[in-house]
């Protein structure tokens, strides 16, 4: 699998931790590597690394295991308890 094939299995997830549950997971990874494009012109390893930020969020379709989101995304706040 390529990375832009990765990528594209992104807009199978639903990441409840997001607030713009609107837009594609997708689209949050261009938006991100564009913006840091513009801000770091010169920094390709940066402007990568905001691209594929999000990609173990792969995890949690069936085909890659399906693991829990709180395992996947790190937002444990909403399961954890405290006494």
């Known amino acids: 699998m390529s990375i832009w094939e990765c ?5 199978e997830v639903v990441d409840e931790s997001d607030p ?10 261009l938006q991100t ?3 840091i494009r513009k801000d770091y012109p010169n920094e390709d390893w940066l402007q990568l690394t905001a691209l594929i930020h999000d990609l173990g969020k792969v995890l949690l379709l069936p085909k890659f295991g399906e ?3 709180w395992a996947v995304v790190g937002d ?6 405290f006494r």
């Open 20 to 29: 713009d549950l609107d837009e594609p997971q997708i689209q949050h990874l």
């Open 67 to 69: 693991l829990p989101q």
């Open 7 to 11: 990528c594209e299995l992104l807009n």
């Open 33 to 35: 590597a564009e913006a």
């Open 76 to 81: 444990t706040s909403s399961r954890v308890r």
